[in-house]
């Protein structure tokens, strides 16, 4: 099946840094979300991305469907901005659901 | 507009019981979805509904995990009897297309379960 590989896992940052966050998958994709799940479990939508670049205040998404790609960019981060991050994908193919990567740990301290 | 609903928030039961899940999606969505996310890891998806009609639950363990779609709206997700590895979040989401694809998913705070 597709595989949906995040990296970094786990993303210890200042609070004003920025960062980038990628997710490479392997199979032709027809959707991509980027989400953030809250300390309390909730997951947040960021981005519905299946191609392009989008943004949204300190945080932006690029998704290069020909190269099998997207990056989440956070810039200027806050301790609100902690929490896990994960792409999602749905195959190239009607009635698929969303694959999830492993996510990536993000941690911004004051 | 209301987000997907969930009830109970956190469940603890002994292993061997049962228990039950229960989702109410946006308004007007088509699709809804069960996903199981252990801690640690991504969701994984255990079934999807079009409607009230199954479309995936390849990943549904059905020797004690069922599921319910009634009228296309509300769902119930049930296990019986609980094992300590069912211990995880279970997540509801929906999306407003009947073809699933091509289709932002909202996900619902989920349903804490702890199994003992």
């Known amino acids: 099946g597709i595989q949906v590989e995040q990296s970094p896992p786990d993303l210890i940052l200042q609070e004003g840094a920025n960062s980038t966050l990628r997710c490479n998958f392997s199979?032709?994709?027809?959707?991509l979300q980027w989400f953030h799940q809250n300390p309390w479990g909730q997951l947040i939508n960021l981005f519905y991305?299946?191609?392009g670049t989008k943004q949204n205040g300190r945080l932006s998404a690029t998704t290069v469907a020909t190269e099998r790609y997207s990056l989440l960019y956070i810039s200027s981060s806050q301790t609100t901005d902690s929490g896990v991050y994960f792409c999602?994908?749905?195959?190239?193919?009607?009635?698929?659901?969303?694959?999830f990567g492993k996510g990536t740990t993000l941690s911004v301290s004051s | 507009e209301a987000g997907v609903a969930q009830s109970p928030r956190y469940k603890i039961i002994e292993k061997r019981q049962s228990v039950a899940f229960w989702c109410n999606p946006i308004?007007?969505?088509?699709?809804l979805y069960w996903y199981q996310q252990i801690l640690g890891q991504g969701p994984k998806l255990l079934i999807q509904f079009q409607n009230n009609g199954v479309v995936d639950d390849s990943q549904l363990p059905k020797d004690r995990f069922s599921a319910e779609r009634l009228k296309g709206v509300d769902s119930t997700l049930k296990i019986q009897p609980a094992k300590l590895e069912d211990s995880a979040v279970y997540l509801c989401a929906s999306s407003l297309v009947s073809a699933a694809w091509d289709a932002e998913a909202f996900f619902g705070q989920g349903t804490r379960l702890t199994v003992v």
């Open positions: 999602a994908v749905t195959l190239d193919q009607a009635g698929t659901a969303l694959i």
């Open positions: 199979d032709s994709v027809n959707n």
């Open positions: 308004s007007g969505h088509a699709t």
């Open positions: 991305i299946p191609s």
